[in-house]
């Protein structure tokens, strides 16, 4: 008679338990990229600050020194910081004009059947793995820079403008479409009853709309440049100078880690973790940007 | 209480959310370290067998390694080997804390008179230059001032008149440490501008690309799409290395003293002199020591 609440209990219990075991399953999925943050920020600064305080190395010659000799214990990054911004401020330069107006194209202009193919072309460029796109510049940038342009060496900071400049546009197309692609229609449909021209309409009135949309694409864009590693490697030259002309071949941040760290031991891999901390620095800078950016963007 | 009435009551709702998630967080950074901490301590040790001990060159370390595992799978014997540098394998040797030493430069007088040396390979190191160029041979003197920025244009050394580029491997590498060493300049002499290349390959590409380019590979790289130069007349190659005639070579010694030598540290010598340790040595890019 009273076999039948138990089993309801039963199966109530059962339930409650999946219910919560799920939410823990899914609690441990969400943490698992917060650990990786935290183990990842804890592993660099710990190696990167012991030189700085356990050695006696002074922060202020690391980060303005302008010899890097690891074999003769001068550790100086400002070349390579100098290297760093200069190539992500040059592919800016190219990338975003290019990269915005192709937004534009897709969102506002192109009919539907160009679109379909320029969309996923765009979107295809994002999935190319960076080496590829490092090898592609060593077998035809350089070269073209070497030949065409008569540079005694195509590995300089323009190869590396470009490559990058390339490597950033699915970033801003994309990013940059959405946001324009969220202007409210009415917006345009005033300005174009108030006889303003499409082009004119665009740009004096859907791209200010648009704006926080597009810094966010601009501050991702430059994320993606200026923590690019295996397409540079490839194209910078590496050279320890600060670049003083377009021609000279660079060594930005990462490119600095990825080439010594193979043979680094001691110090000298220590140093090269302080490396990543200043990369890591300006990446975290540029989180804050672009916090600040999509908050201004809500209001 | 059951883990289903645990779970039944909230589980880990019991204690507070926030920290549950940093303990949790700190639980899993304190084991992953401890691994790290771990991986550093544990080695191949077999049991109560002999241990070799070996220390020295970061050049022939490599080497050593792979003599070292491919006779432990035969032996059973230890093989402990560190790469500290070629001096400090010596002087360790001396003092009888390694019974064998490494080195990849030869043995100055004063260390002769209490070591005994054996070479097991030679490493020869080749300057290169794209196929166009028509510098065939350079002399060292020539070669150290093209990398320290003297000499910046190859008329200045017999060629067209086209601006050197330097291409050189990064600081901390085996080759450019011996290369530097050899020719006689430091990493802070080299001409600041010049590329720097990861690995052997990347060199020869570079410099196969660039008709301006020099740069240095190891003999194993030559091939036909790069240019290789003779230094003070003396042709780059493996038999030239052996008659001790071309200079851009160094020997890979292992040294030890006479009466520190166990039976298990000859055993090993003679391994690596035998046919089948020089294979090893062939496969791994040295020069053997018999051809």
Redesign the interface.
């Known amino acids: 008679m009273s076999t039948l609440p138990v089993k309801r209990e039963k199966s109530n219990?059962r339930k409650?338990?999946m219910e919560?075991?799920s939410g823990?399953v899914f609690l441990f999925c969400a943490?698992l990229s917060?650990?990786s943050l935290?183990?990842i920020i804890?592993f660099v600064f710990f190696k990167g600050s012991k030189p700085f305080i356990g050695e006696g190395y002074s922060i202020v010659d690391f980060l303005f020194g302008n010899?890097?000799?690891?074999?003769?214990n001068?550790f100086g990054i400002f070349p390579m910081i100098v290297a760093s911004i200069y190539a992500t401020i040059g592919a800016l330069i190219i990338g975003v004009p290019v990269g915005l107006f192709t937004a534009i194209f897709l969102a506002e202009i192109a009919p539907k059947s160009i679109a379909k193919i320029i969309s996923p072309a765009v979107q295809l460029l994002a999935g190319i793995p960076s080496v590829l796109y490092g090898v592609f510049g060593?077998a035809v940038i350089?070269?073209f820079l070497?030949n065409q342009l008569g540079l005694?060496?195509?590995?300089s900071l323009i190869a590396v403008i470009l490559v990058l400049a390339i490597m950033m546009l699915p970033t801003v197309v994309t990013v940059a479409e959405t946001a324009i692609r969220a202007v409210p229609k009415s917006y345009r449909e005033g300005s174009l009853a108030l006889g303003a021209s499409q082009i004119g309409t665009i740009f004096k009135v859907v791209v200010p709309s648009a704006k926080s949309g597009i810094m966010t694409a601009v501050v991702l864009g430059m994320g993606r440049a200026i923590g690019e590693t295996m397409a540079v490697?490839l194209v910078a030259?590496?050279?320890?100078?600060i670049p003083t002309s377009l021609t000279?071949?660079i060594?930005p941040l990462t490119t600095n880690i990825?080439?010594?760290m193979?043979?680094?031991f001691g110090t000298?891999q220590e140093m090269l973790f302080a490396t990543g901390i200043v990369l890591f620095s300006f990446i975290l800078l540029l989180n804050f940007v672009l916090a600040r950016i999509s908050s201004k963007g809500g209001n | 209480m059951s883990i289903?009435q645990f779970?039944?009551l909230g589980?880990?709702q019991m204690i507070d959310k926030r920290k549950g998630?940093v303990l949790?967080?700190l639980v899993?950074?304190i084991i992953?370290f401890a691994c790290g901490k771990n991986e550093e301590k544990s080695g191949t040790t077999n049991g109560n067998a002999a241990t070799i001990s070996i220390s020295g060159s970061t050049s022939v370390g490599p080497l050593a390694e792979k003599l070292a595992e491919k006779y432990k799978e035969k032996n059973n014997v230890n093989i402990e080997i560190n790469q500290i540098g070629s001096s400090a394998g010596i002087t360790n040797a001396v003092n009888g804390v390694s019974e064998i030493g490494m080195s990849s430069r030869d043995l100055k007088e004063e260390e002769k008179a209490s070591l005994q040396e054996t070479v097991i390979a030679y490493d020869g190191i080749v300057v290169v230059t794209h196929p166009s160029n028509h510098v065939k041979n350079l002399t060292i003197t020539q070669v150290k001032d093209i990398f320290t920025g003297k000499i910046t244009n190859w008329k200045e050394v017999g060629g067209d008149d086209?601006?050197i580029?330097v291409v050189s491997r990064?600081?901390?590498?085996?080759s450019r440490?011996a290369f530097q060493e050899i020719v006689g300049y430091?990493?802070?002499e080299l001409v600041?501008?010049?590329?720097?290349?990861?690995g052997n390959g990347n060199i020869k590409?570079?410099v196969a690309?660039?008709k301006?380019?020099v740069g240095f590979i190891s003999f194993e790289y030559i091939d036909e799409s790069i240019n290789t130069v003779s230094i003070n007349g003396v042709e780059a190659t493996a038999e030239n290395v052996l008659r001790q005639k071309y200079s851009l070579s160094r020997p890979f010694l292992f040294v030890h003293k006479e009466e520190n030598l166990s039976d298990e540290g000859k055993k090993f010598i003679d391994f690596i002199l035998s046919s089948e340790g020089q294979k090893i040595v062939r496969e791994t890019g040295a020069i053997p020591v018999k051809m």
Request: charged residues 20%; hydrophobic residues 40%.
């Open positions: 219990k409650y338990f919560k075991l823990k943490l917060v650990i935290l183990l804890g010899d890097w000799v690891p074999s003769e001068q060593l350089v070269p070497q005694i060496k195509g590995q490697i030259g590496n050279s320890l100078i000279d071949s060594r990825a080439l010594e193979g043979y680094a000298h | 289903v779970v039944h589980g880990f998630m949790i967080t899993l950074t992953l086209l601006e580029v990064e600081d901390g590498s085996g440490d430091s990493s802070g600041r501008n010049s590329i720097i290349a990861s590409t570079t690309t660039n301006h380019a």
